[in-house]
């Protein structure tokens, strides 16, 4: 299958500084990427939809000035936690579309774990 | 209204057994799909098996299968003879049409030796 990557699997940073987390697809491209956040022992929440060339797509209570996603280009997508404050940590994973068969399969990137301190 | 209701939030099941993983969804869609993701300890989302509304047939991979009940909105997972790596945190997620998916709240499966 198709295979996405993300950089980086896990980092530790202050409170107040910025985090940004790549998210690449290797081996195909993809127009829509999505951004999950999961926090522990719950279900993947979707923060936004990202669309390559276009704003953003952010689910609702999800401050876009603070998520701040970028997909220039039709393999990378970035996610900019802004001003990180402890409540930010989680596991945040992405995923890009790809056209399979009959259906839109999503292809998983392995996460990035983030600690605020 | 959730969209995804997994009513299991933990299971144990002995080595061998086989195990259905509960799910029912919420959709006025007429095209929409289901999906199962598993989800071990290091965190990375594994595609299990997908279901098309329209297909007619139950999907089948390998030890995984989809009992697809469409009246009853139902899209449970059968793992046949389980195994010590089965031990996992299994989601249920649906897309309508080319739209998001979404989540389920999961279930944790323990497969006990």
């Known amino acids: 299958g198709a295979v996405v990557s993300q950089h980086p699997s896990w980092v530790i940073c202050k409170s107040g500084t910025s985090v940004k987390i790549e998210c690449r697809s290797l081996?195909?491209?993809?127009?829509?990427m999505f951004w999950y956040r999961q926090f522990p022992k719950q279900s993947l929440m979707l923060m936004a939809t990202?669309?390559?060339?276009?704003?953003?797509?952010?689910e609702q209570g999800v401050e876009k000035d603070k998520f701040l996603i970028n997909h220039a280009s039709l393999t990378l997508s970035t996610l900019t936690v802004t001003s990180a404050h402890p409540e930010d940590s989680s596991f945040y994973i992405c995923?890009?579309?790809?056209?399979?068969?009959?259906?839109?399969?999503?292809?998983f990137g392995p996460g990035t774990r983030l600690t605020v301190l | 209204a959730q969209k995804i209701t997994q009513t299991q939030p933990g299971m144990f099941v002995q080595e061998k057994e086989a195990v259905t993983l509960d799910c029912t969804y919420d959709t006025s869609d007429q095209s929409y799909g289901l999906f199962w993701y598993k989800q071990p300890s290091s965190g990375e989302m594994i595609f299990l098996i997908y279901q098309g509304s329209y297909d007619e047939q139950n999907a089948t991979e390998g030890r995984y299968s989809l009992n697809f009940q469409k009246a009853r909105k139902s899209a449970n997972l059968v793992i046949s003879a389980s195994q010590l790596g089965d031990s996992a945190m299994y989601f249920c997620?649906?897309?309508?049409?080319?739209?998001?998916?979404?989540f389920g709240k999961g279930t944790r499966l323990h497969i006990l030796p």
């Open positions: 081996d195909f491209q993809a127009t829509t």
């Open positions: 990202s669309n390559e060339g276009s704003k953003a797509t952010y």
């Open positions: 997620a649906m897309r309508e049409g080319a739209d998001k998916i979404i």
């Open positions: 995923s890009a579309d790809e056209l399979a068969g009959s259906y839109n399969e999503q292809f």
